[in-house]
């Protein structure tokens, strides 16, 4: 984000909530990390898929967010 739109770190936190504000009720906000990201207030896990890239790489994880009503 610093080096393409000259912004600070991305906050996670700061993130997801903004997501969850302007995604319709019962629509879904998708993570995709290296990691498993927590569930953004307001939300349910829906689906969490393991990717996995190449041999020695880190696998990625998408964890798939449902909007509460």
Known sequence: SKSMYG???IKYKDFSKEAVRVCKPHGFVVSYHWAMTPRPAGTSYHKRIFIGTRIWHKPRVACIF???A
């Open 7 to 9: 912004t600070g770190k």
């Open 66 to 68: 449902k909007k509460d």
